[in-house]
């Protein structure tokens, strides 16, 4: 079964303490992973893809990285709007060729001045 | 308008109660996606538009759950006899192509009492 879990739960730093969050996935055969934000009564918002190991992307303080296991979303010297819950999402290589994600629960980041 | 729009915004509902949650994707995106996300969780993907055809609803969560995008533009979600467990965000997202990233309208949060 595919599936998405992502750790910690949730993150607590302090303004210019880096982190980095985790998403592990087991999927049938990988066709790209997501990263998104979202904030409170929002909808998410998208921040990367990812389509295969060893590719990485950056924008601002973050950056996503892409093994054949997990995916990473380092955050460097994180300021307080960088506060919100970020979203891992994989999308199976067998979905009918149509962008059917299967989110984790997310992990909830506080960054604290 | 820039984004994906949805209404309401907030829905309560009597237990027993139908309604009726609306969808305006952005203009010229052939891909509609449904999704339920719980409080908590990530959201849970329910069913799938390309343009106006309902190519996936292997999401929804019983027959009393419906989808429809006539025109292959604005979409709309329907619950009928709502129960409790149905106290969810529904979640609204759109792409340009089958396998772009999605873009995520604001939720209707709706509470069933």
């Known amino acids: 079964e595919d599936q998405v879990t992502q750790s910690p739960e949730a993150l607590r730093l302090q303004e210019g303490e880096s982190s980095s969050l985790n998403c592990s996935y087991t999927v049938s055969g990988l066709r790209g992973l997501f990263w998104y934000r979202q904030d409170p009564g929002k909808g998410p918002e998208f921040l990367f893809t990812?389509?295969?190991a060893g590719e990485e992307k950056e924008k601002e303080r973050l950056k996503a990285t892409l093994t054949k296991k997990e995916s990473f979303l380092h955050i460097t010297a994180p300021k307080p709007e960088d506060s919100a819950t970020y979203l891992c999402a994989v999308q199976p290589r067998i979905s009918g060729g149509y962008n059917k994600l299967i989110f984790g629960a997310g992990t909830r980041l506080a960054v604290h001045p | 308008g820039a984004g994906v729009s949805q209404s309401p915004r907030y829905k309560v509902a009597k237990r027993g109660q139908d309604v009726a949650l609306r969808c305006d994707p952005i203009?010229?995106?052939?891909?509609l996606f449904w999704y339920q996300q719980a409080l908590g969780q990530g959201p849970e993907f329910l069913t799938y538009f390309q343009n106006e055809a309902q190519l996936d609803k292997s999401g929804l969560p019983s027959d009393r759950f419906f989808a429809e995008r006539p025109e292959g533009s604005v979409s709309t979600l329907k619950i009928q006899r709502t129960q409790q467990e149905d106290s969810a965000v529904y979640l609204c997202a759109s792409s340009p192509g089958l396998a772009n990233e999605q873009f995520f309208g604001p939720g209707t949060r709706l509470t069933v009492l």
């Open positions: 990812l389509y295969s």
């Open positions: 203009s010229g995106h052939v891909s």
